[in-house]
């Protein structure tokens, strides 16, 4: 508990005691906040006793937030949020210690915001009470709008803009519904009550199935465009690529995984028949957006934006294994979170140090930088197989069982978890593995590989200064330094998940619990789609 | 005030012309400052408006023999007074920037 | 209270694995087989780290490769009928509800040692290691620069080639099978300042990931199906409902299939392989020709069991393997860069194999992988002496008679040697694994392939034709050679910075050599003519089992042996064999062949089919290598001849033309798929900019504005403007009071 609270107000701390410091200071101060919020949660890590019970530990506290509506400042982890939580305390300390060169302006500022978009992810993931939630969830448009909108690319007024207006739309779709649960829950016990295990229970089980369906739509609207899911992502390509490389990173990293973690946490516990009902949309948006989003990028020249664009592929697949309402699709799922953001992440900030370097991310102008740089090329290798899931490294694990999950999804209930996919959900996104290996590779091949093609105007006076002595030459110590620890965190998920997929098990059975009766009833109440997955199997046999 | 309310019988003249020259000022007042761009006209206007809302009180006034609406108009006297000081020292102070009473040579508030 | 360290704990405890009390404890050191190019691999990381300007890279790969073959050589003696599964620790595992069947997933990295897996791995980390060692001098003109990058990448692929064939389940299949893609992208790509390098490697990653779907498709559809994708299980899964007719079941088969013609460069995903001759040629000996690319046939013989229960798929693998073989020989008969050429005849040798696994023979398909192995290995290490020698030249029309160039005798020899092992010369290794193929397809009770044993005598006429053409006019004639456009002196291998690309290409070079006149082509050294004397002795000695069988028709077939105790060679559990000694072949498809042929029951050309395969197929051969002679050694004016007269003719220019232009199928997948997706992709691109951006989100969000601006007339900045506005709001709301009050009025 004390240790929750630590990791998050350590970043608050850092935030004001960098308020007040030298801005050459600010920097080194951020790493140590970082550092220390990591090492605070990783403390609580250590000795969490839930990792295989799939409970929440520690209970959320009554400790009262606004009194007269029960609101409280409940904290407590299940492994699921835990390790999204572990994942973004992670990622900060790289965020920070990668921006000490590139943010060479207003460093304060920058590292102050950077601190409380760390505190506002953690209260996020930490909170229990669905308010607390939301309003860690919300706040984190604010700090990513400055630093986007300050340390952005040229069009970064309009990026943050978007960003913030976007997102904060998509909100209000849920704090909406979460204001509806709360007022019914009360309409319906006379008692306020926010916790979200009190509400999911309440609403599952006494919300008609036709209220659910609604509550469902609305928040899946709210976090779709989090996600982002087809159609509601354009917002996420002009953001990362107009964010700096550290709003990149923990943009790809953690702020997207806000919206599926809603989804997850909130969206399909309290609707389970409003899940079943919109499971079939909900994986044809997914579907889509694989393959949508993923020849798009087979199109794109800048190296960032195709990146951004295979987010939105990514995602896809990461929600059609929730949507796939069985224990492998939805431990895929979440394993993906997790794998997404390190890989993409990594991608991210590989990226900002060639941009670093040749202030160039426009793959016409600039080429085959193995020959300058290989230990870069090393890592851009590394990651892009991490990326396409290559078996042995950590993209793998989630996606196949993604894949895997949606496959099996069928009416068929020898799982114990019928579904309502199957083999052609599974096909068409499978193409996203093909599409996934054109895209990345073309971006290798052009952007790492291939004749040396560099910016003619990198003698240019401005670049010089901002360079701080990096150069066009290799990584650097501290560079390769951030790196490491993301690519052995990859090799070692690739190559042993049983400790997380062990961890995310009883939390995935217990949010699944009620979809294997609200699948059948969904079943059920579409004969003609019954009948059809019957009629399928026979018609197979003919041909 | 009393429960029961000691009133003039209704259509009393002195209230009714009282009222109705109220009425008259105050078209007249929003009339002139609707369609008049010079201030100091503007600034009579509201006057006027003033007036026929202060004249209203006294006839309700008497109406309800009540002398609560001539202790309100004296006030407005009063603060009528003092606001024409500041309005007329504005109104200085605005010529002053652009030689012209016109009020349509201040519309910094437009949009664009 | 303390969970994280027993997580530890339980990551320390997996480097000891359980073993079946029953087997011999040596397996218990297969995964050494793993492990050793594992660290090799990462040896040559840290040597990459520490700037490692020497070969000890090389030497580090070759000594671990080495131990590979060493504890492979080990598990041959010991491997018994019966499958061993070696659980080395647990990766992808676990359950849910009640744990049973159907309610839980299981893919640990366990090996699945039986006398396939060991046959093969023999043949892999042995040519591995000699492969290893002959790169270490073809490859020393980049010490310092690529070489370890090199042996890295070979490494990686040793290691994913022995998961994939020891892996004990299908995902670790899968693993192997993207590990080897991998190691075959860097390596295709290894020149990567060469766009042509890079464009292969990217293509032939891709076209394999198309396979790929269809393989992780499989492995879903098999656990649907049979609840497991371990063998072991899977075996006994099958077992207890060996052909159902349910459609998962029945499309396995064809699923899997496409992940092999993938790999194995097969119709319609050939098109990868003969641009990854991109690659240094011990990669080209290596990947592809001797080990990756078998390996959809190691994947079709290992889940034969699936196949088996599906006669359809696998007449469809005998169709496609034949034509493959056709086309494939067909395009090298017209090439004039020697490495695409044995690319091709790869391809075409490849096809062989698929026909053999789709007739029913995997005895066959399997002896021909081991034969072809050593034979191909051998031709493409020869030819990359050749290549090592004369700076990069292997346009077959510019080297001539290099039998006669000092230090080039050895490799010449054991060149023509090959030539006669890919021509499938009688009574080398090669006719008798092929004679095995076609006399099943012959005999097959598939009536539907039979065509395709003619079909593979054609292909054997043609594939000694291409293979002399090029051994009579490299290796034979007069002594002329011009050298390539690598720098002589070879400081640099990875030339192609400079853009001047595709060495070989033909005619795309030549007189603008200044240096030709003092070229000295210069000769291996013994890090290059050892291994390529030993692979010679190899493929001489992969004949071996056959002239035993020869001599005594009783003594079974080594290579049979190997094959009959394992899962590739009947439809039931693997166990069912254990009690049957190797020639013991009873309830087998193979059998039911030989059987048949054993009693006359097919009959070609009213001979018995062994006799008459082996007839026609020595005649298809010396026919081949007569015409050859003819064209390329002894009147090679006539073959240009023969070529012009043939373009002259419309009748007959398509032939020419077709064949040299490789019928023009990556041109058609350029034009039918990849134009096309392109197009799309660009639309989308524009869609969503443009329609949903700009368009739908902008649109929306500039609503507000829009609705502002309708007012804003009202908010002009002249004071009487607000005042109007002000008294208008004003008369509205009394208007309304006055409204009500008459409402309530009434």
Same mark, same amino acid.
């Given at each position: 508990m004390n240790l929750i609270w630590a990791s998050i107000l350590i970043p608050v701390a850092t935030a004001a005691v960098i308020a007040v410091a030298n801005a050459r200071a600010a920097r080194s101060l951020a790493a140590v906040g970082s550092l220390a919020s990591l090492g605070a949660l990783a403390a609580f890590a250590w000795q969490f006793p839930a990792w295989s019970t799939g409970a929440v530990f520690p209970e959320p506290c009554g400790c009262a937030w606004l009194d007269s509506i029960n609101a409280t400042l409940g904290v407590g982890f299940d492994s699921v949020s835990l390790m999204l939580a572990l994942l973004e305390a992670f990622l900060i300390p790289i965020c920070v210690i990668g921006s000490w060169t590139a943010i060479s302006d207003r460093q304060r500022e920058y590292y102050g915001w950077f601190m409380l978009l760390h505190a506002s992810i953690l209260v996020a993931f930490a909170a229990r009470d669905v308010l607390l939630f939301y309003v860690g969830y919300e706040f984190t448009l604010v700090p990513l709008l400055f630093i986007i909108a300050i340390w952005g690319?040229?069009?970064?007024?309009?990026?943050?803009?978007?960003?913030?207006?976007?997102?904060?739309?998509?909100?209000?779709?849920?704090?909406?519904?979460?204001?509806?649960?709360?007022? +019914?829950?009360?309409?319906?016990?006379?008692?306020?009550?926010?916790?979200?295990?009190?509400?999911?229970?309440?609403?599952?089980?006494?919300? /008609?199935?036709?209220?659910?369906?609604?509550?469902?739509?609305?928040?899946?609207?709210?976090?779709?465009?989090?996600?982002?899911?087809?159609?509601?992502?354009?917002?996420?390509?002009?953001?990362?690529?107009?964010?700096?490389?550290?709003?990149?990173?923990?943009?790809?990293?953690?702020?997207?995984?806000?919206?599926?973690? #809603?989804?997850?946490?909130?969206?399909?516990?309290?609707?389970?028949?409003?899940?079943?009902?919109?499971?079939?949309?909900?994986?044809?948006?997914?579907?889509?957006?694989?393959?949508?989003?993923?020849?798009?990028?087979?199109?794109?020249?800048?190296?960032?934006?195709?990146?951004?664009?295979?987010?939105?592929?990514? %995602?896809?697949?990461?929600?059609?294994?929730?949507?796939?309402?069985? /224990?492998?699709?939805?431990?895929?799922?979440?394993?993906?979170?997790?794998?997404?953001?390190?890989?993409? #992440? =990594? %991608?991210?900030?590989?990226?900002?140090?060639? &941009?670093?370097? &040749?202030?160039?991310?426009?793959m016409d102008q600039i080429g085959g930088l193995a020959k300058r740089m290989p230990v870069w090329a090393f890592f851009m290798v590394f990651f892009t197989m991490s990326s396409i899931g290559l078996p042995g490294l950590n993209g793998f694990v989630g996606e196949y069982l993604c894949l895997f999950g949606t496959y099996i999804a069928t009416g068929d209930a020898s799982t114990g978890y019928p579904g309502l996919l199957g083999p052609g959900f599974a096909l068409v996104a499978g193409?996203?593995?093909?599409?996934?290996?054109?895209?990345?590779?073309?971006?290798? #091949?052009?952007?790492?590989?291939?004749?040396?093609?560099?910016?003619?105007?990198?003698?240019?006076?401005?670049?010089?200064?901002?360079?701080?002595? =990096?150069?066009?030459? *290799?990584?650097?110590?501290?560079?390769?330094?951030?790196?490491?620890?993301?690519?052995?965190?990859? $090799?070692?998920?690739?190559?042993?998940?049983?400790?997380? $997929?062990?961890?995310?098990?009883?939390?995935?059975?217990?949010?699944?619990?009620?979809?294997?009766?609200?699948?059948?009833?969904?079943?059920?109440?579409?004969? +003609?789609?019954?009948e059809a997955a019957k009629a399928e199997p026979k018609e197979d046999d003919r041909g | 005030m009393n429960p029961i309310d000691p009133q003039l019988p209704p259509g009393d003249p002195l209230v009714m012309l009282g009222l109705l020259a109220s009425a008259i000022l105050f078209a007249v007042g929003i009339v002139g400052f609707l369609s008049r761009r010079n201030m100091i006209t503007m600034f009579l206007c509201t006057e006027l408006m003033f007036q026929g809302a202060g004249l209203a009180m006294i006839s309700y006034g008497r109406q309800h023999m009540d002398l609560s609406g001539q202790v309100f108009v004296i006030f407005i006297l009063t603060v009528a007074a003092a606001e024409a000081a500041l309005a007329l020292g504005l109104v200085v102070l605005l010529y002053r920037r652009k030689e012209t009473l016109s009020a349509e040579a201040w519309k910094e508030l437009a949009e664009s | 209270m303390i969970a994280a360290p027993a997580m530890l704990s339980s990551v320390l405890a997996l480097a000891e694995g359980p073993l079946d009390a029953h087997a011999a404890p040596e397996l218990r050191w297969a995964g050494l087989a793993l492990l050793l190019p594992l660290l090799s691999g990462v040896l040559c990381l840290l040597c990459g780290w520490m700037k490692v300007r020497s070969k000890l890279p090389a030497a580090l790969t070759i000594a671990a490769l080495g131990g590979a073959f060493a504890t492979i050589l080990r598990l041959q003696g010991v491997v018994g009928e019966t499958p061993v599964v070696i659980n080395l620790f647990d990766w992808i595992s676990w359950t849910w509800g009640d744990a049973s069947r159907f309610h839980g997933f299981t893919a640990n990295v366990d090996l699945y040692v039986d006398r396939l897996t060991v046959f093969w791995m023999l043949f892999?980390?042995?040519?591995?290691?000699?492969?290893?060692?002959?790169?270490?001098?073809?490859?020393?003109?980049?010490?310092?620069?690529? &070489?370890?990058?090199?042996?890295?990448?070979?490494?990686?692929?040793?290691?994913?080639?022995?998961?994939?064939?020891?892996?004990?389940? %299908?995902?670790?299949?899968?693993?192997?099978?993207?590990? !080897?893609?991998?190691?075959?992208?860097?390596?295709?790509?290894?020149?990567?300042?060469?766009?042509?390098?890079?464009?292969a490697a990217k293509k032939a990653f891709i076209v394999n990931r198309i396979g790929d779907?269809?393989? =992780?498709?499989?492995?879903?559809?098999?656990?649907?199906?049979?609840?497991?994708?371990?063998?072991?299980?899977?075996?006994?899964?099958?077992?207890?409902?060996?052909?159902?007719?349910?459609?998962?079941?029945?499309?396995?088969?064809?699923?899997?299939?496409? #992940?092999?013609?993938?790999?194995?460069?097969?119709?319609?995903?050939?098109?990868?392989?003969?641009? =990854?001759?991109?690659?240094?040629?011990?990669?080209?000996?290596?990947?592809?020709?001797?080990?990756?690319?078998?390996?959809?046939?190691?994947?079709?013989?290992?889940?034969?069991?699936?196949? !088996?229960?599906?006669? *359809?798929?696998?007449?469809?693998?005998?169709? !496609?393997?034949?034509?493959?073989?056709?086309?494939?020989?067909?395009?090298?008969?017209?090439?004039? *860069?020697?490495?695409?050429?044995?690319? @091709?005849?790869?391809?075409? +040798?490849?096809? @062989?194999?698929?026909?053999g696994l789709g007739v029913g023979t995997t005895f066959g398909a399997s002896y021909h992988v081991f034969t072809h192995a050593f034979f191909k290995a051998l031709l493409f290490l020869t030819a990359g002496a050749v290549m090592h020698g004369f700076a990069g030249q292997l346009d077959i029309r510019k080297l001539s008679g290099l039998l006669k160039?000092?230090?080039?005798?050895?490799?010449?020899?054991?060149?023509?040697?090959?030539?006669?092992?890919?021509?499938?010369?009688?009574?080398?290794?090669?006719?008798?694994?092929?004679?095995?193929?076609?006399?099943?397809?012959?005999?097959?009770?598939?009536?539907r392939v039979h065509l395709l044993g003619w079909i593979g005598l054609v292909v054997a006429a043609l594939t000694a034709y291409y293979t002399f053409r090029v051994g009579f006019r490299v290796f034979f004639g007069p002594v002329k050679y011009e050298p390539g456009d690598e720098h002589h002196g070879h400081d640099d291998h990875g030339h192609g910075h400079d853009a001047h690309g595709s060495h070989g290409s033909h005619g795309s070079h030549g007189s603008h050599h200044g240096h030709h006149a003092e070229f000295h082509p210069h000769g291996p050294r013994w890090a290059i003519r050892v291994p390529l004397v030993l692979i010679a002795v190899g493929a001489i000695l992969a004949g071996w089992p056959s002239y035993r069988t020869m001599l005594n028709h009783d003594e079974p077939n080594w290579v049979k042996t190997q094959v009959v105790q394992s899962s590739a060679y009947q439809g039931g559990s693997a166990d069912s064999h254990g009690s049957h000694a190797g020639h013991d072949e009873s309830s087998n498809e193979v059998a039911h062949a030989e059987q048949a042929h054993a009693d006359h029951g097919h009959l070609v050309l009213g001979m018995d089919a062994h006799t008459a395969v082996g007839r026609l197929g020595s005649l298809a051969c010396i026919a081949g290598i007569l015409v050859s002679l003819y064209l390329h050694l002894i009147n090679r004016g006539a073959a240009d001849a023969l070529r012009r007269t043939l373009m002259g003719s419309i009748a007959t220019r398509w032939i020419v033309v077709g064949a040299e232009r490789k019928w023009m199928v990556d041109e058609f997948y350029d034009w039918v798929i990849r134009l096309p997706l392109r197009l799309i992709a660009n639309i989308l691109s524009a869609i969503d900019e443009l329609l949903l951006d700009a368009g739908i989100v902008n649109g929306l969000g500039a609503l507000p504005a829009a609705v502002g601006r309708l007012f804003r007339p009202l908010y002009g900045g002249v004071v009487q403007g607000y005042a109007v506005t002000m008294a208008g709001g004003v008369a509205l709301v009394a208007a309304w009071v006055i409204w009500i009050w008459l409402r309530g009025a009434n």
């Open positions: 690319g040229p069009e970064r007024r309009q990026a943050a803009h978007k960003l913030f207006l976007y997102t904060f739309l998509g909100s209000l779709f849920f704090l909406g519904s979460i204001l509806f649960v709360g007022w +019914q829950h009360h309409a319906s016990t006379g008692l306020w009550s926010w916790d979200m295990g009190t509400l999911s229970s309440f609403a599952s089980a006494r919300l /008609p199935a036709n209220t659910q369906f609604w509550l469902f739509a609305a928040l899946l609207a709210g976090f779709a465009v989090k996600v982002p899911l087809f159609p509601v992502h354009t917002w996420l390509p002009l953001a990362h690529n107009q964010a700096p490389t550290a709003g990149s990173v923990i943009l790809a990293g953690t702020l997207l995984k806000l919206g599926t973690y #809603g989804i997850f946490r909130l969206a399909l516990p309290m609707a389970p028949e409003g899940g079943a009902a919109l499971a079939v949309v909900a994986s044809v948006l997914c579907t889509v957006a694989v393959v949508y989003a993923a020849l798009i990028c087979w199109v794109q020249t800048d190296a960032k934006k195709l990146v951004a664009y295979s987010s939105v592929s990514h %995602l896809g697949i990461c929600m059609l294994g929730l949507f796939a309402l069985n /224990p492998v699709g939805a431990q895929g799922s979440v394993l993906y979170m997790i794998n997404h953001g390190l890989s993409t #992440g =990594a %991608l991210f900030l590989l990226i900002g140090m060639a &941009y670093e370097r &040749y202030h160039v991310k426009d193409t996203g593995l093909i599409l996934g290996a054109m895209y990345m590779l073309l971006l290798v #091949g052009r952007y790492v590989f291939g004749p040396l093609r560099e910016p003619k105007d990198e003698s240019h006076g401005k670049h010089a200064h901002d360079d701080h002595g =990096a150069g066009h030459g *290799d990584l650097t110590g501290r560079e390769v330094g951030l790196l490491v620890p993301l690519a052995l965190v990859c $090799l070692f998920i690739g190559v042993y998940p049983k400790p997380m $997929l062990q961890a995310i098990g009883p939390v995935v059975e217990r949010t699944l619990a009620p979809y294997p009766a609200a699948v059948e009833r969904t079943l059920k109440s579409q004969p +003609q789609a019954a | - | 892999v980390t042995g040519l591995g290691t000699l492969i290893a060692l002959y790169a270490s001098e073809y490859m020393e003109s980049d010490v310092g620069k690529g &070489y370890t990058r090199f042996f890295g990448a070979v490494s990686i692929f040793l290691f994913a080639m022995g998961c994939l064939v020891m892996g004990g389940n %299908l995902v670790m299949l899968y693993l192997g099978w993207e590990g !080897v893609g991998l190691a075959s992208y860097l390596l295709i790509g290894y020149y990567f300042t060469k766009p042509e390098a890079v464009a779907l269809g393989l =992780a498709l499989a492995l879903f559809l098999t656990w649907q199906c049979y609840g497991t994708v371990e063998y072991a299980a899977l075996w006994k899964a099958i077992e207890a409902a060996p052909a159902s007719s349910e459609w998962t079941a029945q499309a396995i088969p064809w699923l899997l299939m496409l #992940g092999a013609f993938g790999k194995s460069a097969q119709l319609p995903l050939y098109v990868w392989l003969p641009d =990854a001759m991109e690659g240094p040629t011990p990669v080209s000996a290596l990947i592809h020709a001797a080990t990756m690319v078998t390996a959809g046939v190691y994947l079709i013989a290992r889940m034969f069991p699936l196949f !088996v229960v599906n006669p *359809d798929a696998l007449a469809a693998v005998a169709w !496609v393997g034949g034509l493959t073989a056709l086309l494939a020989a067909t395009i090298g008969m017209a090439q004039y *860069d020697m490495k695409r050429i044995w690319a @091709y005849s790869t391809i075409s +040798q490849l096809g @062989y194999m698929f026909l160039v000092p230090g080039f005798r050895l490799v010449s020899l054991l060149a023509v040697l090959g030539c006669f092992w890919l021509a499938a010369f009688p009574f080398t290794a090669a006719f008798f694994s092929k004679d095995e193929i076609l006399v099943s397809a012959f005999t097959a009770k598939d009536e």
